[in-house]
Every structure is written in C-alpha cells, then in structure tokens.
C-alpha cells in the first residue's frame, strides 16, 4: 500500500478504520468519521490515534486544521464570571467610546440570565 503522502503512524490509522483498499472511498470514511466524532484523538479503535495523527488525518481528507478551530474558542472567557465560555455566549456592545472605540464584553448563559437580561426587560419598553 502506498502512502507517501502521509505518515506511517496516519497510514496505519487508515488502514486500520478503514473497510475498503479504494483510496478515494478510504478518504471520505476517514473524512465522515472525522467530521461525526467517530475518529478522534483518544479513540479506543484505533491504537496510538492522538492529536498529531488527527491534525495530519484532518489536512488529508481536507478537513479545517482542529487545533486552529480550538485556539479561536480556549480564549473566551466571560468578562463577568472569568467562567471560560464552553458554548455560545451573549455578546454586548457600548456606544462608541471617544467618538470611535466601541467595546465589547462576552457573557456566558448563566450571567446573561441571572444579571444582563434583567436589565434589558425589552417588553417593559416596548411601545
Ligand atoms: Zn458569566
């Protein structure tokens, strides 16, 4: 079997989930079960499958590199709580400050529930 194109631990990891010998039909198993969960770092199915295999399994089947998409989510934190945002938070905006800067605050579920909706009672303003 020929993988030049990827590492022998990654080629192993394809060889081992994969039911056909088609190249094509290998890379979208490997694609469906990236993108479903099935195939991913820690898997039992396939032995010594971490981080690096995934990264490299992610760029063959043409896949968005995993560890770009984390990095944009491990930063947020809500600027209320400091409690890291795990889920899609609210986001507020000032009037620009200045004439220009605006800021803007992340807020997860729990604080816009308990403090920021209550403040913006929208039916209480409606005309
Ligand atoms: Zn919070």
Redesign the pocket.
Known sequence: MNFNELSARAGSAVVNFCDTLDHDKRKIQIAKAIASGELKPGTRRIRNYGPKTHKELCAWVGLPCPTKIRKTWIVLV?D????QLNEPGALVFSPPMDGRNVQKWH??R??WETKVSRMIDLKAHAA
Request: aromatic fraction near 0%.
């Open positions: 809500c209320i709580c400091q409690s807020i997860c729990v604080c």
